[in-house]
Structures are given as structure tokens and as C-alpha cells.
């Protein structure tokens, strides 16, 4: 397996554009999460499924942000409009229904302008 | 809700010279997982504990699971530069999600 997937890598827009991260989890994982990381706030989770349903999305800081995962290959994360305070490391992970491991992926560098 | 508690945040050592992170929790874990995280790379799992008292290596590294299974640590032996990064813990999965630790970043100084 090729691991969680996610892209793009970088992204870099400006503020008020939409912005759309996607992430393929690893096939037969039943959860998948989504992460911001910053120098100041370190990791946060945002927003878990659970087969594809949205369990956990108390950490999602504004209604700018919202995630949908239309089917278990298979999620994205908007943002819009983008600000500049949303520059982060966004991660997707995903973990299988037994065992507590999550894996990651190799994350998106957002860049608000 | 349970919540891990990591220190020290920062940790700058001269390469050779030992490394240790705690992690600490407030409530009883059923197991503890440690994860790495690399300079610009993702976290990625090192090992889970789940017994009480556990320990277990890898190369220079040792993980310990407290015999109350309320803290942990890493211990890093003899640091080298590819040591360098973010190490986190994290409890079990709480309504599916994980706690992380904010996590100890170590730099080692060739």
C-alpha cells in the first residue's frame, strides 16, 4: 500500500480564495482525521470520520473550514474564503477499526498570502 | 477528557549525550503510543506499550509504560543528528480520536 495520500503537497493562494486539500487514507482503514499543525498551536485535530461518517468536528475553528468524505478512498478539506492566519501544515491520517496505529501522510504546506 | 501532558517541550543536547521525554496522563491508559516526527516530515509511529511496566527498545532507543499506566517515556542513548525532530505521545483512542502530546523537539548539536 502506498500510504495515506495527500495533495497537493504545497499551496500557496491568497487571502479570500477557496482552497481544497484532498486525501486518499490507506484502503480498509474505517477512520480517517484531519490535523493543522503551526509553530504555535502545534498538532490539532479538526475533524474525524468514521466510515465516512463525521464523528468529531469540534475542532474545526470556523465555519470557513468544512470536510466531506463522499466514499472510503476518499476526503477533502475546504477552506474559503482563506485567510492568512489559516498558513498551516494540514495532515490527513487514517487508522484501521482494530489497533489504535494512525498513519500519516506527508501533509499540505498551505501558504495564505 | 483525557489529555497527555509531555515535557520538555524543547530539549537541546551535544550529539552523544543522552535524551529523555515524559509523557503523563491524568487517568489510567490502556496503552501509549510514541510517534516521530522528522524537520518538514509527517509523524510516524515508533512503537505502542500497553502493559504495565512495559518496556521495550529499539537500537538506542527505550520506551518505558509507568506501572500505574499514567506516564511514559523515551530515552534516547547516545544522540546522533538523525535523532533530531518532534517526538509525540499519544493515549488511546477516546470516542475514536487520539490525545497527542504537544510533543518534545530535540536538536542535537554535531
Known amino acids: 500500500d502506498a500510504g495515506v495520500i495527500q495533495s497537493p503537497r504545497h499551496e500557496v493562494t491568497e487571502m479570500g480564495q477557496e482552497v481544497t486539500l484532498r486525501c486518499k487514507p490507506i484502503?480498509?482503514?474505517?477512520?480517517l482525521f484531519w490535523y493543522r499543525q503551526t509553530m504555535m498551536r502545534g498538532l490539532e485535530l479538526l475533524i474525524y470520520?468514521?466510515?465516512?461518517?463525521?464523528?468529531?468536528d469540534s475542532g474545526m475553528p470556523e465555519d470557513r473550514f468544512s470536510a466531506k468524505m463522499p466514499n472510503a478512498s476518499f476526503s477533502t478539506l475546504k477552506i474559503q474564503p482563506s485567510e492568512p492566519r489559516d498558513s498551516a501544515v494540514y495532515f490527513c491520517?487514517?487508522?484501521?477499526?482494530?489497533?489504535?496505529?494512525?498513519?500519516f501522510g506527508a501533509g499540505t504546506r498551505l501558504s495564505v498570502l | 477528557g483525557q489529555q497527555v501532558m509531555q515535557i520538555p517541550q524543547y530539549q537541546h543536547v551535544q550529539e552523544g549525550e543522552d535524551f529523555t521525554t515524559y509523557c503523563n496522563s491524568s487517568?489510567?491508559?490502556?496503552?501509549i503510543q510514541w510517534y516521530k516526527q522528522r524537520p518538514g516530515g509527517h509523524p510516524v509511529f515508533l512503537i505502542q506499550?500497553?502493559?504495565?511496566?512495559e518496556v521495550k527498545k529499539q537500537k538506542r532507543l527505550t520506551f518505558q509504560f509507568g506501572e500505574a499506566k499514567k506516564n511514559s517515556s523515551l530515552h534516547i542513548t547516545a544522540t546522533q543528528t538523525t535523532d533530531v525532530g518532534t517526538y509525540f505521545c499519544?493515549?488511546?483512542?477516546?470516542?475514536?480520536?487520539?490525545?497527542f502530546g504537544d510533543g518534545t523537539t530535540l536538536t542535537v548539536k554535531p
Open positions: 491520517a487514517s487508522r484501521g477499526q482494530v489497533g489504535d496505529i494512525q498513519y
Open positions: 506499550l500497553v502493559k504495565s511496566g
Open positions: 499519544a493515549g488511546p483512542p477516546n470516542a475514536g480520536k487520539s490525545t
Open positions: 484502503s480498509g482503514h474505517d477512520y
Open positions: 487517568t489510567t491508559l490502556s496503552n
Open positions: 470520520f468514521n466510515n465516512n461518517v463525521p464523528i468529531d
